[in-house]
């Protein structure tokens, strides 16, 4: 099972980046999927979740400094996910990874995810 995150890169404050997060060798589509991000010298922090409610509606989570600017989506088709990020700003800075949760449900604990990917850099100057 691989998580390949992609997309990262050095932007200005105000530009906007895409990630993706492609799944191999099963399918996630019914899972729970996050993004995570860390900074140099910071723990890992949430940033956004998507997953699967009781009624099967799919619902998202996100972080408070990021409400608003990033969208988290996914293309079951093509058992990927998405982190568009939009108005960038220089805190936004980190280490941005992918992960699927061990069910349904969107989660904000990095604990619950079973899978993680490499991680890709975004790089937001000012």
């Known amino acids: 099972v691989q998580l390949q995150a992609s997309g990262g890169g050095l932007v200005q404050a105000g530009d906007s980046l895409r990630l993706s997060c492609a799944a191999s060798g099963r399918t996630f589509s019914s899972y729970g999927m996050g993004w995570f991000r860390q900074a140099p010298g910071k723990e890992r922090e949430f940033v956004a979740t998507?997953?699967?409610?009781?009624?099967?509606?799919?619902?998202?989570l996100y972080a408070e400094p990021v409400k608003g600017r990033f969208t988290i989506s996914r293309d079951s088709a093509e058992n990927t996910v998405y982190l568009q990020m939009n108005s960038l700003k220089p805190e936004d800075t980190a280490v941005y990874y992918c992960?699927?949760?061990?069910?349904?449900?969107?989660?904000?604990?990095?604990?619950?995810?079973?899978?993680w990917g490499q991680g890709t850099q975004v790089t937001v100057s000012s």
């Open positions: 992960a699927a949760a061990q069910g349904r449900y969107g989660q904000v604990s990095s604990r619950e995810y079973a899978y």
């Open positions: 998507i997953g699967w409610s009781s009624w099967n509606n799919v619902y998202t």
